[in-house]
């Protein structure tokens, strides 16, 4: 089995521009394995997105998914979706922000303003298209993932630095709810 690890911030690769995926592969085991490698490691690591470059892949796949979110329960899952070659675009000017982690940032956390309701494609392993239009979390996790793929961490769209903190300090401050229900 091969052994994957997720990159961390500061390493060249997560700055790279990744290369989009060639057509004819569509269909392909390789492709496949690289979904199911992607997939694993979302799990294992307990995300909700992941890019090919943050393990080192300088391609143009994203996989992402929720079950139930951890604390705010009653938010809307978001179905499990690799997409290769994805694209978006904004379908209204509203921006919000709302903090953000990543696999390859570890504790830190911050306020990014992102795009509430995008529309989005991308191809699946098979070579089918994947069309939705999304709201709030779901739109942020795509446009966070889409960043990686453009060798943007989401440290660099940070207006607000105050937001800045670790995990626990943001828990313990108020400005994070803690994991644990009321
Ligand atoms: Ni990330």
Do not use: W
Not at 116 to 123: A, D, E, F
């Amino acid at each position: 089995m091969d052994s994957y690890t997720v990159i961390q911030l500061g390493n060249p690769l997560l700055r790279m521009v990744s290369e989009p995926i060639s057509e004819d592969l569509f269909g392909s085991e390789k492709l496949k394995k690289m979904e199911s490698i992607l997939f694993k490691i979302l799990e294992e690591k307990q995300g909700l997105g992941l890019a090919a470059p943050q393990i080192a892949i300088n391609k143009r796949a994203i996989v992402f998914g929720m079950k139930q979110h951890p604390i705010y329960t009653d938010l809307a899952p978001i179905p499990f979706t690799v997409l290769f070659n994805p694209s978006f675009e904004p379908l209204s000017d509203v921006i919000e922000e709302g903090y953000e982690g990543c696999l390859s940032v570890g504790q830190l956390r911050g306020k990014v303003p992102r795009y509430k309701t995008i529309g989005y494609r991308g191809y699946d392993a098979n070579g089918n298209l994947i069309e939705r239009e999304v709201s709030d979390l779901h739109a942020r996790v795509v446009q966070h993932e889409f960043d990686h793929l453009d060798g943007v961490i989401f440290l660099d769209k940070v207006t607000d630095h105050s937001s800045l903190g670790f995990h626990e300090e943001l828990i313990r401050s108020g400005a994070l709810p803690s994991k644990k229900a009321d």
